[in-house]
């Protein structure tokens, strides 16, 4: 049984399983989580310097979590304090010795798997022996293309379920890893080789998928006073450097989070305003302010907000192969736009926390909309309406998220399994629902006329 709708239009079931949204579009201004792809190599840097570093984080999240724990079990001494929605983490550095440390230590990643993949060549740098436990869906998610580079430098491995072993030491010298599988590969050797005794280099092999995430590593490998050279797809690492990321560093807010209140606010008439956002940020997420102008919204932008509110939509062709984590978010705004929406390069969705090209449409369709799966990509029919429903979440916090902001032009409530899961990225997003993005007059509760026409 769910509890009475709050006045905005949100009510979890007194068992916490599922959560209601009430129909109607919504409006107001609301700030967003800092960046975990920024916060994940801030972090780690940190962590490597030699030096104190202060690092500030807006509402962090299940994955940030992972790799402070991890971090602290490699040896580094970090603290937090609370203030509001920021959290202070003072981190002392991991020592490195010269010798490997025989003592197997204990990192549990949960279900992030740039804490995995980030910090598996770092422990190989530091010839660290440990034992990586994974949960979900991470285990099944490709690792074979980073471990047989690593293993070609004195790295050791083996797996036992969803606990992978790990030991030896990198040796400095010659790598090489394909690019269209996974950037967070690359950003793990980037971390690692400045700690080895010479230079190596890290050749990437044909097209490289997610470039503005390899973006975001080179920026914190500049800050933490790193050098390297990237000329005709090779990397050239000097050895023997030494991380000084110091001072103090405010994590920039996550337009990956973002994306979803902005599409949202293609729905609503006085608009919806997210605050925190740096124009000029390296992430790539940025560019649902390219998409949502593509189907047609209003966006206005300054240095760091951006309002989006409604206008008449129509389908578009999205390639996603740069921006696979707007996905859901594309897909939700796209269920209710005139058209066809063709979205294609998102292959490697299938080994997200759920499969979520099937786990996308199948949220379209549970709420009246018409989606179909491709091998890459989606197809989406759009409709002035949609009829609200039942939703299954498959625990992935980008499904939840897209089926709440589905609401805004649903005919009827939509339940959503497993709210909890959006504590992966965005803890607070309920409650940015409930308090800050507040039902617009005349649109909620069934009364959505308005909100579920086009301009």
Partial sequence: MNKKPSENGISFAEDGRSVTVMPGSRSGTAYVPSSKSVAHRMLICAALSGSRTEITIREKSKDIDATVSCLKALGAVITESTEGNDTHFVIDPIGRGGQCNSEQVSLNVGESGSTLRFLVPVVCALGKMAVFTMEGRLPERPMDALLDALSGGGGTFSRCGNELFVSGRLRSGSYSLPGNISSQFITGMLLALPLLEGVSTLTIEGKTESQDYIKLTEDALRKSGIEFSFAGGQYTVPGCQRYS???????????????????????????????????????????????????????????????????????????????????????????????????????????????????????????????????????????????????????????????????????????????????KSFPDFWDVLKNDITLERGTGCGCLKEAGENE
């Fill in 245 to 423: 990321l110091s001072g103090g560093h405010f994590i920039e807010g996550d337009w990956s989070g973002a994306a979803f209140l902005l599409c949202e606010g293609g729905a609503s008439v006085n608009g919806i305003t997210v605050c925190g956002l740096r124009a000029d940020s390296a992430q790539g997420d940025k560019r649902i302010i390219d998409v949502l102008r593509a189907f047609g919204a209003s966006v206005e932008q300054t240095d760091d907000s951006v309002t989006v509110r409604k206008k008449t939509l129509r389908g578009i062709d999205a390639d996603a192969s740069g921006i696979p984590d707007l996905v859901p978010a594309i897909a939700a705004l796209a269920a209710v736009s005139e058209g066809i929406t063709r979205i294609t390069g998102a292959a490697r969705l299938r080994l997200k926390e759920s499969d979520r090209l099937i786990s996308t449409a199948s949220m379209i369709k549970s709420i009246g909309g018409e989606a179909f799966t491709q091998p890459d990509g989606l197809v989406i029919a759009g409709r002035s309406a949609l009829s609200g429903g039942s939703v299954d979440s498959f625990g992935d916090h980008r499904i939840a998220m897209a089926a709440a902001i589905s609401a805004a032009r649903a005919k009827g409530p939509v339940v959503i399994s497993d709210p909890c899961c959006v504590s």
